[in-house]
C-alpha cells in the first residue's frame, strides 16, 4: 500500500473521515445559522445550546421513554423547532428592527441559561448513547475501517443540507422566504402571512441543530456543554462561507472538515486553529466571505 509524504494510507483515510464527520456537522449547523441570518439577520448564538437540545431529546426519549434512535431522529427536531418558535415568538421578534449586537447578546445569555439549567441537573461528564443494531459494525474497504455510525451521518447530513438548499432556492417557498426578506410589505399585500413565515423559519433553522444533536448523540457523549465546544468554529465555517450563504454553509463546513482532517495528520499542533486562521485570511481578501455578497 502507498504512502504519502511518509503518513500510513490508513492515518491518512481515518484523519479524513474524522474530518468529513465534523465537516458534516460543520455544514448542518452552519446551514442553520445561514438560513436563520440570511433570512431574518438574527445572529443566533443559542444554535450551540439548540444542537445540544437535540442530543439531550434523544437520550431522554430512549432512558425516559424508551424511545430509540431511529424514532428520535424524526421526533426530536420538531420538538427542538418548536422551543425556538416559542422564543421567536415571545423575545426575538422585538429586536428585528435594531442592531444585530442586541439580538446577538439576547441569544447569548439564553444560550447560558439553557446550558446552566441542564447543567445543574445532569453535570458535566458525558451521558452514553448506544447505537442501535444497524449502526453498529462497520465495513472494511482495505484501506480503511469505515463504521457505519460515521456514513450514516455524512449521508444523512447531505440529503438534508442538499434538501434544504432546494427547498429555499429552488422552490416557491423558498422565493417566498427570500421575497419576505426583502420587502416584507409587498409580499404581505398578495395576502402572505409574513410574520407567520418568519417564524416557521426560525424555527426550522433551530430544528436543523436539533437534527445535528440527534446525529451526534451515538457518537459524542451527550453533556450540557457539547454545543459550547463547536459554536465559535459553526460560526467561523459561516463567515468563511458566507453570512447568509446557504451553499456556502454547505461546501464551507465540508471542505473545511477535509481541511481539519488534514491538518491532524500533517500538522497535528495547528488543527486547532487551522479553521480560524482560514477565516482571518477570508476575511483579509473578501470580507463578505466565499460565497458571500458584498453590500
Not at 431511529?70 to 418558535?85: D, S, Y
Request: proline share 5%.
Amino acid at each position: 500500500m502507498f504512502e504519502l509524504l511518509g503518513i500510513p494510507p490508513q492515518v491518512l483515510f481515518g484523519q479524513l473521515l474524522l474530518g468529513l464527520i465534523n465537516g458534516s456537522f460543520y455544514a448542518v449547523l452552519s446551514l442553520g445559522l445561514a438560513v436563520i441570518f440570511g433570512l431574518l439577520n438574527i445572529i443566533n448564538f443559542t444554535h450551540g445550546a439548540q444542537y445540544m437540545l437535540g442530543a439531550f431529546g434523544a437520550w431522554m426519549l430512549l432512558n425516559y421513554l424508551g424511545v430509540g434512535y431511529w424514532w428520535a431522529v424524526f421526533i426530536v427536531p420538531p420538538i427542538v423547532g418548536v422551543t425556538g418558535i416559542v422564543l421567536e415568538r415571545v423575545m426575538i421578534r422585538r429586536l428585528y428592527h435594531l442592531d444585530h449586537l442586541y439580538g446577538l447578546l439576547l441569544t447569548f445569555g439564553l444560550a447560558l441559561i439553557i446550558v446552566g439549567f441542564f447543567r445543574q441537573f445532569f453535570g458535566v461528564s458525558g451521558l452514553p448513547y448506544p447505537p442501535p443494531p444497524l449502526l453498529t459494525g462497520g465495513y472494511n474497504l482495505g484501506f480503511m475501517y469505515l463504521p457505519n455510525s460515521r456514513a450514516w451521518v455524512i449521508v444523512a447530513s447531505l440529503i438534508v443540507c442538499l434538501a434544504t438548499w432546494f427547498i429555499i432556492e429552488k422552490t416557491r417557498l423558498g422565493a417566498y422566504l427570500r421575497a419576505a426578506t426583502e420587502n416584507p410589505t409587498m409580499v404581505g399585500a398578495f395576502g402572505i402571512n409574513v410574520p407567520l413565515l418568519v417564524t416557521l423559519t426560525y424555527g426550522f433553522g433551530v430544528a436543523l441543530a436539533g437534527f445535528a444533536g440527534v446525529l451526534a448523540a451515538p457518537i459524542y457523549a451527550v453533556n450540557p456543554n457539547m454545543g459550547a465546544d463547536l459554536i465559535i468554529v459553526v460560526f467561523a465555517v459561516v463567515v468563511i462561507g458566507g453570512m447568509g450563504s446557504i451553499l456556502g454553509s454547505i461546501l464551507t463546513g465540508f471542505g473545511l472538515g477535509l481541511i481539519e482532517g488534514l491538518t491532524r495528520v500533517f500538522y497535528p499542533e495547528g488543527s486547532a486553529v487551522v479553521i480560524f486562521v482560514i477565516m482571518a485570511l477570508v476575511l483579509l481578501v473578501k470580507p463578505a466571505g466565499l460565497f458571500g455578497r458584498s453590500v
